[in-house]
């Protein structure tokens, strides 16, 4: 089935997705709790395709202050891998990490920058982790790109770089329990079209 | 008592006499405002991406070729006349720094000279600018006067 849009991901590739979705939860799970030394639960995510402005919506209001840890993919898949963190979830790690808290983004110094590029480096590796794995193909990450911006502003660099191609994007959502304390986890997925296309070839078995 | 009228991603609205235009968080995306101050004719236009290309079932506002040629076929219904127009605009910012470039990096500056030559094309003098640089701007145009101001975290509100 050849998708040319996110849109015409169908139930299989969709099932699929939460499948990878799943799996990459459990190893990022595993991966930050190593790092933060406290346990780390996350919930099964959510995987949806949304439009543009729904996507900032279900996140919460455009000129919301977040962070943002942007990672590139290339080899057998490319396209781009955005995480979006809250001041809440920034904290939990600061906490665990540096034994601080912040009141705002702008007490960030290159500590707190560098721990909090660190985790949504790991998040992200743990998706494209389990998803090369269960497709057997190899994908290159970039060095993590980290940014303090309005949110609507950090979207619209995903949304650029897919807007030829689509007017969705893919969005796994779900909770993430540090240290007993719940904060929200929002992975955007973008594989280009190409890509897409032939991860689904890879793991989605054709039934006759 | 001013309304506000929500302009979302890739999208345009037009406003008459009364009204202010608001597209928040502008990052690598242009907000493109054009006022007819003699019929009090406000449009705002929020575009992601410098041009269309060959896709034709796209919403013609994402682009910034088409999302203009539109802007300016609608308002010219509405009875603006083009060498009236006060054009401003903002965006273009680049939200991450990217090692090792490549084009998600720069899209912000492509979207700006992307403008500025549809604006030369189509002689309507860009009035003023708020652009580039590394954070997001929400764009306000009141269609009573015509004003547009630009409001960014941390920093003052500033009117354009």
């Known amino acids: 089935m050849k998708i040319t849009r996110y849109e015409d991901m ?12 799943s799996i990459g939860t459990g190893n990022a799970a595993t991966a930050l709790s190593s790092l933060l030394k406290t346990g780390v639960e996350m919930t099964v995510p959510k995987v949806e395709i949304l439009g543009y402005n729904e996507a900032v919506d279900l996140l919460g209001h455009p000129e919301e202050i977040v962070s943002g840890v942007l990672v590139q993919m290339t080899g057998d898949v490319s396209g781009v891998m955005l995480f979006i963190m809250k001041l809440d ?48 193909m ?67 078995t054709p039934y006759e | 008592m001013n309304k506000e009228i929500k302009v979302g991603i890739a999208d345009m609205k037009i406003a008459r006499r009364e009204g202010v235009l608001i597209t928040y968080a502008l990052g690598s995306c242009i907000g493109i405002s054009l006022y007819d101050p003699a019929i009090k004719l406000a449009a705002l236009l929020h575009i992601m991406l410098p041009e269309a290309g060959s896709m034709s079932d796209m919403n013609v506002f994402k682009f910034a070729d088409t999302g203009i040629h539109e802007m300016l076929r609608k308002m010219g219904a509405f009875g603006g006349v083009k060498r009236r127009y006060q054009c401003k605009i903002a965006g273009g910012a680049k939200m991450f720094d990217m090692k090792g470039a490549g084009g998600i990096g720069n899209i912000g500056e492509r979207n700006i000279r992307s403008v500025e030559a549809i604006m030369m094309a189509e002689q309507i003098r860009i009035l003023k600018k708020d652009v580039g640089l590394n954070y997001a701007r929400t764009m306000l145009v009141d269609a009573e006067d015509g004003s547009v101001k630009i409001r960014t975290a941390g920093r003052p509100e500033i009117i354009l």
């Open chain 1, 10 to 21: 169908d139930d299989t590739a969709k099932d699929m997705m939460r499948e990878i979705g």
């Open chain 1, 89 to 136: 979830f920034i904290n939990e790690v600061l906490q665990c990490v540096l034994q601080e808290n912040i009141s705002g983004y702008e007490q960030m110094g290159e500590m707190e920058i560098s721990a909090s590029t660190e985790v949504g480096n790991i998040i992200i590796s743990s998706y494209i982790l389990s998803l090369s794995k269960l497709a057997d």
């Open chain 1, 138 to 204: 190899e994908i290159s990450l970039s060095v993590p790109a980290f940014s303090v911006n309005m949110l609507g502003g950090i979207m619209t660099v995903p949304m650029a770089e897919f807007g030829y191609v689509s007017d969705k994007l893919m969005m796994i959502t779900g909770k993430c329990i540090i240290g007993g304390r719940n904060v929200d986890s929002n992975l955007l997925m973008l594989p280009d079209i190409q890509s897409l296309n032939y991860l689904m070839d890879r793991l989605v």
